[in-house]
């Protein structure tokens, strides 16, 4: 199998322990891929525990050099978030295919100042939104797509969890901030439920809870538009008690899911007499007051995914088949840029209602 030769920009949480571990490890993508480049200031990130690298590795210093190095066919851009769309165009300047880590960026304009140098250059481009291959997301939607639920009313997707952050994905300047860090996971998801198209009506509230940088750590997100289901979205570092990922209003029936499991309950309409509404009070035995009951058997089921499903590993893995797939053969990608622009667009609206005052300066740091 023809091998993808790779370089990495970025050696950290995920150029380092995501992008370079699964091409080096999961032997899936070992004979698809091979990492000949990476790119990393602080050198002791240059070693990886436990692997073989190819022969033809280069470490470099400096993302620029790695630029220079024509024998690399796909840069991994995994620079941190306010770098990805200048990191981005220059790679695709230099001549290189690109897969850019999410966020793809902050306002819809940067993004369209890529697709000039897309279209220009001609090059591939894709943005790591690994989260589409979540298993758990998957199959809840494909038991939403196939009916059994009935119009669908409304979807929840909670990323919610408890903690402190001071890194710098707590700075505004960076790109960062809760809804830019792990908001594109579950947006991404979103735009999928809700169904390809924009929003008619957005609200968003955010605040900064247990965060020490300057950008937001709690969203409540409400999207809607007519023939859509609502979405309600949260992504918090305030809940100490986070419930299911999704849950799925339907007009049959309903579906959780959390963990390694999918539930789901509905009831068939055929099986169902007809109803209509009725003016006068309910009588019961004997005139009694009363309220409305009616038999109804909900069937129940429910979906285990495997342990290897519920692990980032499995997610990455999926995507970058996907990607080899595109790649080699010219067919699109799952994750279309068409989507990830729909994501930022909702991204750029949640901002705009709820600006924040910016306290840290980061200079011209990469
Ligand atoms: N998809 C996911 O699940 C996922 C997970 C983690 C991070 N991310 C994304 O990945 C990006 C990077 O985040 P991170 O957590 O790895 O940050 P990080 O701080 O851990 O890593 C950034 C790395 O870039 C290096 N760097 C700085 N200057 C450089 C230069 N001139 N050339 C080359 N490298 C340079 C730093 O030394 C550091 O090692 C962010 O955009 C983040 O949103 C995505």
Same mark, same amino acid.
């Given at each position: 199998?023809?091998?993808?030769?790779?370089?990495?920009?970025?050696?950290?949480?995920?150029?380092?322990?995501?992008?370079?571990? *699964?091409?080096?490890?999961?032997?899936?993508?070992?004979?698809?891929?091979?990492?000949?480049?990476?790119?990393?200031?602080?050198?002791?990130?240059?070693?990886?525990?436990?692997?073989?690298?190819?022969?033809?590795?280069?470490?470099?210093?400096?993302?620029?050099? *790695? *630029?220079?190095?024509?024998?690399?066919? *796909?840069?991994?851009?995994?620079?941190?978030?306010?770098?990805? %769309?200048?990191?981005?165009?220059?790679?695709?300047?230099?001549?290189?295919?690109?897969?850019?880590?999410?966020?793809?960026?902050?306002?819809?304009?940067?993004?369209?100042?890529?697709?000039?140098?897309?279209?220009?250059?001609?090059?591939?481009?894709?943005?790591?939104?690994?989260?589409?291959?979540?298993?758990?997301?998957?199959?809840?939607?494909?038991?939403?797509?196939?009916?059994?639920?009935?119009?669908?009313?409304?979807?929840?997707?909670?990323?919610?969890?408890?903690?402190?952050?001071?890194?710098?994905?707590?700075?505004?300047?960076?790109?960062?901030?809760?809804?830019?860090?792990?908001?594109?996971?579950?947006?991404?998801?979103?735009?999928?439920?809700?169904?390809?198209?924009?929003?008619?009506?957005?609200?968003?509230?955010?605040?900064?809870?247990?965060?020490?940088?300057?950008?937001?750590? /709690? %969203?409540?997100?409400?999207?809607?538009?007519?023939?859509?289901?609502?979405?309600?979205?949260?992504?918090?570092?305030?809940?100490?008690?986070?419930?299911?990922?999704?849950?799925?209003?339907?007009?049959?029936?309903?579906?959780?899911?959390?963990?390694?499991?999918?539930?789901?309950?509905?009831?068939?309409?055929?099986?169902?007499?007809?109803?209509?509404?009725?003016?006068?009070?309910?009588?019961?035995?004997?005139?009694?007051?009363?309220?409305?009951?009616?038999?109804? /058997?909900?069937?129940?089921?429910?979906?285990?995914?495997?342990?290897?499903?519920?692990?980032?590993?499995?997610?990455?893995?999926?995507?970058?088949?996907?990607?080899?797939?595109?790649?080699?053969?010219?067919?699109?990608?799952?994750?279309?840029?068409?989507?990830?622009?729909?994501? %930022?667009?909702?991204?750029?609206?949640? /901002?705009?209602?709820?600006?924040?005052?910016?306290?840290?300066? %980061?200079?011209?740091?990469?």
């Amino acid at each position: 199998m023809r091998r993808i030769k790779v370089g990495i920009i970025g050696q950290g949480r995920s150029g380092r322990n995501i992008h370079r571990h *699964l091409f080096e490890t999961m032997p899936a993508l070992r004979e698809r891929y091979e990492v000949i480049a990476i790119a990393d200031p602080i050198v002791e990130r240059h070693s990886l525990d436990g692997i073989t690298p190819s022969p033809e590795l280069r470490c470099y210093t400096d993302y620029k050099q *790695l *630029l220079a190095d024509k024998r690399i066919e *796909l840069v991994v851009n995994a620079s941190r978030s306010h770098k990805h %769309i200048d990191i981005s165009i220059e790679a695709l300047e230099a001549g290189f295919n690109v897969i850019c880590e999410k966020p793809l960026a902050r306002k819809v304009a940067d993004v369209e100042r890529l697709e000039e140098v897309i279209k220009k250059t001609g090059k591939f481009f894709a943005v790591f939104q690994q989260s589409r291959f979540r298993p758990l997301f998957r199959k809840s939607l494909e038991v939403m797509n196939s009916g059994v639920l009935g119009r669908i009313v409304m979807v929840k997707v909670a990323y919610n969890c408890f903690g402190r952050r001071w890194d710098w994905q707590t700075i505004q300047d960076m790109c960062a901030g809760e809804l830019l860090n792990t908001g594109p996971h579950p947006l991404d998801q979103v735009v999928q439920f809700f169904g390809d198209a924009d929003p008619e009506q957005i609200f968003c509230k955010m605040d900064r809870a247990n965060t020490f940088g300057d950008a937001e750590d /709690h %969203i409540k997100l409400i999207i809607s538009g007519k023939g859509h289901p609502t979405i309600d979205v949260e992504v918090s570092r305030c809940c100490a008690f986070p419930g299911n990922t999704y849950e799925i209003y339907g007009t049959c029936g309903g579906l959780k899911a959390v963990g390694t499991e999918v539930s789901w309950k509905y009831f068939r309409p055929q099986d169902m007499g007809e109803q209509k509404a009725i003016i006068e009070p309910l009588r019961g035995e004997g005139a009694m007051p009363v309220y409305c009951s009616e038999d109804m /058997h909900l069937y129940e089921e429910k979906w285990v995914a495997p342990a290897f499903a519920n692990s980032f590993d499995c997610w990455g893995t999926d995507y970058y088949k996907d990607i080899y797939e595109a790649f080699t053969t010219g067919r699109p990608t799952e994750v279309k840029l068409e989507q990830v622009k729909r994501q %930022i667009r909702i991204i750029e609206e949640c /901002h705009r209602q709820n600006p924040f005052p910016k306290t840290i300066d %980061i200079g011209d740091t990469i």
